[in-house]
């Protein structure tokens, strides 16, 4: 079989971004000869240190750049020298709204002999994925700030929901369900008090779920979902679910499914008009950059993501098996550093 290649843009950005893309990329290239498949990488220079420079955050040639990769692998953005909102609007939300990440992909699965603060519960209690909205509801910057400054000061932040936007990733979402064992898709929401928002998620389910017999369907609202996601996690297989709500969640998915080093995400542009993007749930975590402290797992289980995302199911597999056996020995095995941790499941892969 002929080697696919596929053009992968890197953007390794600010704190321990780079130093966990570097195992992930090392993990990459362990795993794509014995798949045949070669990455033409390109690497972008964004973040933090380029704001500083040149004030840039995502410029209009760098994203015209973007559009023409195949996949993207963030690391983390984010410095506490840059005003907040800057970086995360500027650039990584900018991102996922100009290349349509409509779907937020992040599940939460626990591997075995990963510690859970959740007593008692195992691997077969915590496997769901949650499929957040990406370009919606509260975080698309509609609104705005009146009287600023002032006591009479008002800031609207409205939350926008399209039929077009709900519909397509309802679907995406029944489609993740099909193809699990499972075949369980829960709705979340707050339709009770959201009620317009909430009742257009709601019609949505139902009329895309008329296509999908197969898979049951559910609905929690966000509150509760905060304490099944901890009591009764069990109770998930694929959640849908908005923006805003999702990103809470995810964090309480990350917390229960042995913590942030772990979680990996994917900024999913179905469609396939615009790269998609992988990246790691946690941010820069400046506290412990360039100490080699950092865990790279979520980033190679972000890579894990990408290679499902370019068609490459079984260097996904073989990619989350080692993590899953790098894991299973982790606690015997003392500290590592983030190159240690590189290293082993790049061992694996390739042997
Ligand atoms: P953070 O995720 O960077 O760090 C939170 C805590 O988790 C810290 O104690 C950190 O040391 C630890 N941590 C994070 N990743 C780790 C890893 N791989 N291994 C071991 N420990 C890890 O979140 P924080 O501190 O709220 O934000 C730091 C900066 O990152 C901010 O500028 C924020 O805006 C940015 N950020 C960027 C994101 C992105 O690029 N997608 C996402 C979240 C935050
Ligand atoms: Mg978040």
Do not use: C
Not at 126 to 148: A, F, H, N, Q, S
Not at 320 to 336: F, I, K, N, P, Y
């Amino acid at each position: 079989m002929a080697s696919r290649s596929i053009r992968l843009a890197v953007v390794p950005g600010d704190g321990i971004g780079p130093e966990v893309v570097a195992e992930g990329l090392k993990v990459l290239s362990a795993v794509a000869p014995a798949h045949d498949l070669t990455f033409q990488q390109t690497d972008y220079d964004l973040g933090a240190a380029r704001w500083h420079r040149t004030g840039e955050t995502l410029p209009d040639a760098v994203l015209a750049e973007l559009r023409e990769q195949e996949v993207i692998l963030l690391g983390a953005v984010g410095d506490p020298s840059v005003p907040s909102g800057v970086l995360e609007r500027g650039l990584l939300l900018r991102a996922r709204f100009e290349l349509d990440h409509y779907v937020n992909l992040r599940p939460v699965k626990l591997f075995p002999g990963v510690a859970t603060p959740l007593a008692g519960a195992g691997p077969d209690d915590i496997d769901m994925i949650v499929v957040r909205e990406g370009t919606e509801g509260p975080y698309t910057g509609v609104g705005g700030v009146l009287r600023k400054g002032t006591p009479a000061e008002v800031a609207t932040q409205e939350s926008v929901n399209t039929y077009y936007g709900v519909e397509r990733v309802v679907r995406y979402a029944f489609e993740v369900a099909a193809s699990r064992p499972r075949r369980k898709l829960t709705l979340v929401h707050k339709d009770n008090v959201l009620t317009f928002a909430g009742e257009l998620y709601q019609r949505v389910l139902a009329e895309v779920g008329a296509e999908f017999p197969q898979v049951a369907t559910d609905y929690v609202h966000v509150d509760a979902a905060t304490m099944f996601f901890v009591n009764q996690p069990r109770r998930f297989d694929v959640v849908v679910t908005d923006n805003l709500f999702g990103d809470i969640i995810t964090d309480i998915g990350a917390a229960i499914a042995g913590g942030i080093g772990l979680a990996a995400s994917g900024n999913v542009n179905p469609t396939g008009a615009a790269p998609s993007m992988f990246e790691p749930v946690h941010g820069s975590a400046p506290d412990i950059a360039g100490q080699g402290k950092a865990d790279p797992t979520a980033t190679i289980l972000s890579v894990a993501m990408l290679l499902d995302h370019v068609g490459a199911p079984a260097a996904a597999r073989a990619v989350e098996r080692a993590v899953s056996d790098d894991l299973t020995e982790r606690g015997a095995l003392g500290a590592r550093s983030t190159a240690q941790i590189g290293d082993a499941i790049a061992k694996r892969v390739s042997g």
